[in-house]
C-alpha cells in the first residue's frame, strides 16, 4: 500500500479529531429507535438548502437524523418546543477571543452561549506557538463549543495585550507557527497577524510576509487572518491587500480607525474604495466583519458596500473589553446591524452558518441543516419594533428589528433543558 502523504495524513486525523471518520455513516434507525432529541415547531431558515418554514428536527447520536413538517413526539427520548421561533444551523463565529487563562482578553466560550447563541467558535489568534499547546489541551476539552483557532504568528499571542505583540519584530518567528500550524492542523485554520500601526509600529510589510511564510511552510492547507485598522500609511493598505491570497480573511474590513497619526488609511479613503480591495474581494479574500470594540464604522461599511465590496462572513470578534462597549458585537447584534443595513435575514444567517464554515473546512455539512449535519441549531427571537444601533466610532442607524438569543443545541444536546441523561458533550 501506497504511503500516506504527510498532509493525507495530517487532513484524516484532523477527520477523527472532529468525528467525521471517512467513508462511515451514522448508523440507521430502526422502527424501534429514538431520537436523542426532537425539537419541534420550529421557524427553521437554512439558508444553504433554501429551507425555510415550519419544520422538527429530530437528532440522534450527535448528528441531523430527520428534518419533517412534522415528527410525532412519541418518537423521541426527549423534545424540545422552539415555540415557532427562528430556528437555523448553528452560529459560527469566525473572530473571537475564547482562549481565557492564556490570553489577556479571552472568555470562556460556553459562557456566550447565552449572548450568542454559538455552537462554534474560533479564536482568533489568542495563542502563538508558545502557548498555544495550553489552548489546545486545557480550553478545548473543557467546552461544549466546538472551537478552531489561527495561530498568532508572534510567539505568545496576546498575553501582553494592551502591550502591543509586534512591536519587536523578532516575536514573529514563522518557523515555529509552522510547527502549531502543521501540528495542531485538525483545529488550527492558519496564522493570525495584526497589521495596525499600534501593534507593528513602523515593520511595514514584514509581519504579513511571516505570516504567509509560516501557512506555505507548514505542509498543511493554510489561511492568514489579516487583522486591520488605522495602518501606518495608505501605501501599506494597498500593499497588504495586494498581499494577501485567494482564501485568506480579511478581518475588521469595515474598520475606521484611524492610525497613530490620525490619517484613515483602511480600504475606504475619502469615500473612495481603494482599487486594491475590489481586486482582493474578486480573487477570493474573505471580507470578514469582526466588529469589536473599535473596528466597525458605519461609514465604511456603507461606502464600501455600494462600491463593490459587500461582506463574507460576520463574526463578533467579542472578547472582555469588546463585551462591554456601547456597540454591543455580540454575534446575533451584529448579525442585527446588516438586518438594518438592507441585508435579507437569509442573507444575513448564511454569512454567520455556511460562510464561515467554509472558510473553517473541517466538518462535513457544517453550517447547514442537511440531514446527517452536526445536530447544531441556534433558537432566536425576531424582535420587531423601532431599534437604534451604534458602530464603534459613534455613528448610529435604526433598524426595524433585531435577532435577540433565545436558546442553543450543540451535537445534538441542549443547552439547558431538556437535559440528557448521561449528560455528554458530543
Not at 102 to 126: F, K, N, R, W, Y
Not at 259 to 268: D, E, L, P, R
Not at 296 to 318: K, L, M
Amino acid at each position: 500500500m501506497a504511503e500516506l502523504s504527510r498532509r493525507a495524513l495530517l487532513a484524516a486525523g484532523g477527520s477523527f479529531a472532529i468525528g467525521a471518520w471517512p467513508g462511515i455513516s451514522h448508523a440507521a434507525m430502526g422502527p424501534n429507535d429514538k431520537f436523542d432529541l426532537l425539537v419541534r415547531n420550529a421557524n427553521v431558515l437554512d439558508p444553504s438548502q433554501n429551507l425555510s418554514g415550519k419544520r422538527d428536527i429530530g437528532m440522534r447520536y450527535g448528528h441531523i437524523e430527520e428534518i419533517a413538517p412534522t415528527i410525532a413526539p412519541e418518537r423521541a427520548q426527549r423534545v424540545l418546543d422552539a415555540g415557532n421561533k427562528l430556528v437555523t444551523p448553528g452560529l459560527i463565529d469566525l473572530h473571537c477571543h475564547t482562549f481565557p487563562y492564556g490570553s489577556a482578553i479571552g472568555i470562556p466560550p460556553d459562557e456566550l452561549l447565552a449572548h450568542q447563541c454559538t455552537t462554534t467558535t474560533v479564536s482568533a489568534g489568542d495563542g502563538g506557538a508558545h502557548n498555544f499547546p495550553a489552548f489546545r489541551r486545557f480550553i478545548v476539552p473543557a467546552a461544549r463549543t466546538r472551537q478552531f483557532a489561527f495561530v498568532h504568528i508572534a510567539l505568545g499571542g496576546l498575553v501582553s495585550f494592551p502591550v502591543p505583540e509586534l512591536f519587536n519584530i523578532d516575536f514573529a518567528q514563522p518557523e515555529q507557527a509552522a510547527r502549531a500550524v502543521a501540528e495542531n492542523a485538525d483545529i488550527v485554520l492558519g496564522v493570525k497577524v495584526r497589521m495596525s500601526e499600534n501593534v507593528i509600529a513602523r515593520h511595514g510589510i514584514e509581519p504579513l510576509k511571516r505570516a504567509i511564510a509560516a501557512c506555505q511552510m507548514s505542509g498543511v492547507p493554510a489561511k492568514v487572518m489579516v487583522h486591520i485598522g488605522g495602518v501606518q500609511d495608505s501605501a501599506l493598505m494597498t500593499q497588504i491587500l495586494d498581499t494577501m491570497r485567494p482564501g485568506d480573511v480579511l478581518t475588521h474590513c469595515y474598520s475606521g480607525a484611524p492610525n497613530n497619526a490620525g490619517q484613515f488609511t483602511n480600504i475606504v479613503q475619502e469615500g473612495k474604495l481603494l482599487p486594491a480591495a475590489l481586486a482582493a474581494k474578486r480573487r477570493g479574500v474573505v471580507f470578514d466583519i469582526g466588529h469589536g470594540g473599535g473596528s466597525f464604522d458605519y461609514t465604511v461599511a456603507e461606502a464600501a458596500i455600494a462600491q463593490g465590496c459587500p461582506p463574507d462572513t460576520i463574526s463578533s470578534d467579542i472578547h472582555v473589553f469588546s463585551a462591554n462597549t456601547p456597540g454591543m458585537p455580540y454575534l446575533p447584534w451584529v448579525m442585527s446591524k446588516f438586518l438594518g443595513m438592507g441585508f435579507t435575514l437569509p442573507e444575513v444567517v448564511s454569512m454567520a452558518t455556511a460562510a464561515p464554515a467554509r472558510v473553517i473546512a473541517r466538518i462535513p455539512k457544517h453550517g447547514t441543516l442537511q440531514v446527517g449535519a452536526p445536530a447544531d441549531l441556534s433558537i432566536l427571537e425576531i424582535v420587531e419594533g423601532p431599534v437604534s444601533f451604534v458602530d464603534t466610532r459613534n455613528n448610529t442607524r435604526q433598524g426595524r428589528m433585531y435577532l435577540k438569543p433565545v436558546g442553543t443545541v450543540v451535537a445534538g444536546v441542549a443547552s439547558g433543558r431538556p437535559y440528557q441523561s448521561p449528560f455528554s458533550v458530543r
